[in-house]
């Protein structure tokens, strides 16, 4: 019996139907284990409907963490590849504004030349000719391979290739309990929103992938896993005041990236830490404060007809004081450890753009665990288009 035969006794539960749950699902199927995704809401309800949309270069990270940026690298590069219908890769202009920004410019290419990414300065006139709305007392600004991702699409794709192939997502469906026999997993207690039915699923594997509701999720497996929401606001005005992803050329920061995303401009984002990633309310003045932050990149933002604002909470690995700024956006895989139990794992960080790299890492450690050589095939595998997700679920 081969390692992909073994595979297919694994029954793998997924918990959450985000970007991440949605990768993972797609790489442990394309590796031949039985798995069956759980989310308790309709699909991309949590983060991953409610992020800036921004497909990350990598140039924003890559003076404070140059491996980060070289994993956004990679992963633009393969994304492009394999879910083209997803990404609009408009590119980016990082903007220097100020003497300071002059400064770290110098620190920014070096960074980004260091982790792989193409970086190019360019004079304002060229960057106006490019975008005519922005600030045209900018400095000078570079150029980057920054995208937008659709953030509905993306997941789709990869739920539908998943499907395709035989795996199974079960919406409005919470995972209340994550049951154990002698330190092992055993399944996972599952209330039904739609049958207001409570059933129990069978498991050998559960991964957990709520986003910032893993820390609640890991507390039902009797796991305390150290994660922070950190909660963020958007504003959107109607029209495509850019094309292109336009930054501020400093130190990562907030209210300073606007993200063109299909009819709309996005500024983001503010940033705050939260008890609660159900609970949280759009602070009114963040709107305004952002609106602000908007017009000294893109002069007449504000006077742009108002579209939405909303929050949501990126789920940090890590806990700490303050907003959260200090931890990194990187991603880190929690395996069973002494404490918790076999079989239990969790996916934490990240990004929307590293979502692939996070389901593989975690694919890996799955398959190490389970003594399977199985390698990853999903850097090299195209996605079928989102549409076929509901083409076969209606079929
Ligand atoms: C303000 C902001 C801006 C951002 N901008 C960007 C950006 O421009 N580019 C980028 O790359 N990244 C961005 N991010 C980061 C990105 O949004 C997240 O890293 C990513 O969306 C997380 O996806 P996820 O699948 O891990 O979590 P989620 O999308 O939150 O998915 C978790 C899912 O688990 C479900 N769930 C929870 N508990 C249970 C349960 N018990 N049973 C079943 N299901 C459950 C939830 O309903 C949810 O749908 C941003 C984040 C924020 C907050």
């Not at 442990?28 to 759980?38: P, V």
């Not at 490019?130 to 993306?154: C, K, Q, S």
């Amino acid at each position: 019996m081969g390692d992909r035969d073994r595979a297919r006794d694994v029954h793998v539960v997924i918990v959450g139907g985000g970007g991440t749950g949605a990768a993972l699902l797609h790489d442990l199927t394309q590796r031949g284990f039985r798995c069956t995704l759980f989310e308790r809401g309709e699909l991309t309800s949590g983060t991953t409907g409610r992020h800036h949309g921004q497909l990350h270069s990598g140039a924003r990270y890559a003076v404070g963490d140059v491996e980060i940026a070289r994993e956004c690298a990679q992963e633009v590069t393969i994304l492009r590849r394999i879910a083209a219908d997803s990404i609009e890769m408009n590119y980016g202009l990082f903007l220097a504004l100020s003497d300071e920004d002059e400064v770290y410019g110098d620190a920014f290419a070096a960074a980004c030349e260091a982790a792989g990414i193409p970086v190019r300065r360019i004079a304002v006139d060229e960057a106006l000719r490019y975008e005519p709305r922005i600030n045209p007392r900018a400095r000078f600004a570079y150029v980057v391979p920054d995208g937008t991702i659709d953030a509905y699409r993306l997941p789709l794709q990869f739920l539908a290739s998943a499907t395709a192939h035989g795996a199974s997502v079960r919406r409005f469906c919470e995972v209340t309990r994550v049951d154990t026999t002698q330190g092992a997993v055993t399944g996972v207690c599952v209330f039904d929103y739609t049958r207001h039915d409570e059933e129990i699923c069978p498991a050998d594997v559960v991964i957990n992938a709520a986003g910032p509701w893993a820390g609640q999720v890991a507390r039902r497996a009797g796991v305390d896993l150290p994660v922070t929401p950190a909660a963020g606001t958007m504003v959107a005005v109607r029209g495509r005041i850019c094309n292109m992803v336009v930054s501020h050329l400093h130190p990562p920061g907030d209210g300073d990236i606007i993200v063109p995303q299909r009819g709309l401009s996005i500024i983001g984002s503010t940033q705050w830490e939260t008890d609660d990633p159900d609970g949280m309310v759009t602070p009114e003045g963040d709107i305004e404060w952002l609106r602000m932050r908007a017009d000294e990149l893109l002069p007449g933002f504000s006077d742009e007809p108002f579209h939405a604002a909303w929050t949501a909470a990126r789920p940090l690995a890590g806990r700490s004081a303050g907003g959260g700024r200090a931890l990194s956006r990187g991603f880190t895989v929690v395996a069973p450890s002494g404490e918790g139990p076999h079989g239990f794992y969790s996916v934490v960080g990240g990004k929307a753009t590293t979502l692939r790299a996070m389901a593989q890492a975690v694919a890996d450690r799955v398959c190490h665990d389970l003594r399977l050589d199985i390698p990853g095939r999903t850097h090299a595998t195209p996605l079928l288009v989102h549409r076929e997700y509901f083409r076969r679920s209606i079929a």
